[in-house]
């Protein structure tokens, strides 16, 4: 195990939530944390030189697109992802499971690894858990994800349980396989998936095995998969029960204020999700008293900030009339300031709620910053 990978700063008195710090190869990354999605090593419309101005220490890249173009082996002739992409803080990669299950056109899984089609010209690939590690230590990413097997809500039982003893079996085969790359050099680390569907005692089963591995962190997957809120929180919330509160928990495809707020709640340190930049594209701003739709007519006379409380560059220079305006020009400039200004407002939301926990006061905060956030008064 790495030494002092993770070290808990403060843990709230009122709720399981709590601040930290992830000592990782391209620096510090402070805890909790938001990571913007940089799909095929970018973040959509957001330039890297962004990015560091508003302070994100960490951000993902997903392996299934980089691993399809331009490929692992150009990226790593490039530099790796830092070198690729010239981003260098740290890179999360995700280990395309879940790509392969919500993408591609085939996905036929055997004990060994999965077959499937890519989605953009049909060719046949096949990821196993050890050639999935290989590819991202190619990528050089900071934290590198276990190939698991995703499943939806509304699945059998029999097929979770299967979906699981896969998904653990290739956790014990991607810890042997980053073992070996450590002792090549290889400097990011591995975190396992805690599967088990919707289905307590796999979940339970598995946040325990899962815990135990000799890894520095892990992840919580199998939520956020198009199951109501309640059922999420709910499912969260017994899943962490059985997690080792020594390691970071990440929990994957997060990104709006109440998930969030919740899964911090929870003890949860990391999270990222492609949602404030998509929804930017369409024209749809945080505001702290909720969510604008700046193509409305009733903005098109309006000339203050989007948000008068936030101090990101668009907010101190721009009005609602112009970003409407540019928005219904369809000028790339409006994906560029709404994804920049999301991303703000996240990262923004995430200080204010370090600051919460170090206080004592997360869920005075969860509640005074929620009731603001669905007022309706925007
Ligand atoms: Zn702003």
Redesign the pocket.
Same mark, same amino acid.
């Given at each position: 195990m790495i030494k002092n990978f993770f070290e808990v700063h403060h843990e709230c008195k009122n709720s399981l939530a709590r601040t930290g710090v992830i000592h990782l190869p391209h620096g510090d990354v402070q805890t909790p944390v938001f990571m913007p999605v940089g799909t095929k090593g970018t973040v959509k419309a957001v330039d890297k030189d962004s990015l560091e101005e508003m302070g994100f220490e960490i951000i993902l890249a997903n392996t299934y697109h980089m691993y399809l173009r331009p490929g692992a082996d150009i990226v790593q002739e490039g530099g790796g992802l830092h070198g690729f992409t010239k981003w260098n803080r740290n890179f999360l990669t995700d280990s395309g499971g879940f790509q392969v299950w919500s993408l591609s056109k085939l996905r036929k899984i055997d004990p060994n690894g999965i077959t499937f089609r890519s989605d953009i010209d049909g060719s046949k690939h096949y990821f196993t858990p050890e050639n999935v590690v290989q590819t991202q230590t190619k990528l050089n990413s900071d934290i590198q994800m276990q190939l698991d097997v995703c499943t939806g809500y509304d699945v059998k039982r029999k097929e979770a349980e299967k979906a699981l003893q896969i998904t653990t079996d290739w956790a014990n085969r991607a810890v042997a396989e980053w073992k070996k790359q450590q002792e090549n050099g290889y400097k990011g680390v591995l975190f396992p998936i805690v599967q088990g569907n919707f289905f307590d005692d796999l979940r339970k089963e598995s946040a325990q095995f899962v815990s135990e591995l000799d890894t520095p962190g892990l992840a919580i997957g199998g939520l956020s998969v198009g199951e109501p809120a309640d059922v999420f929180a709910e499912k969260l919330q017994y899943t962490v029960q059985y997690i080792t509160r020594s390691k970071p928990r990440y929990v994957m495809g997060i990104g709006t204020p109440e998930y969030i707020f919740e899964a911090v709640a929870d003890g949860i340190d990391m999270f990222d999700c492609v949602q404030p930049t998509r929804i930017a594209r369409h024209g749809m701003y945080f505001t702290r008293k909720g969510m604008v739709s700046i193509k409305q007519k009733r903005y098109e006379h309006d000339f203050t900030p =989007?948000?008068p409380e &936030?101090n &990101?560059k =668009? &907010?101190r220079t721009y009005s609602r009339a112009y970003l409407r305006h540019i928005f219904r020009e369809q000028e790339i400039l409006s994906s560029m300031l709404a994804s920049y200004?999301n991303l703000?407002?996240l990262n923004d939301m995430i200080h204010q709620i370090r600051d919460a926990i170090n206080q004592d006061r997360f869920e005075e905060f969860r509640r005074e910053f929620l009731d603001r956030f669905h007022s309706g008064e925007v």
């Open positions: =989007v948000d &936030c &990101c =668009v &907010c200004h703000y407002f």
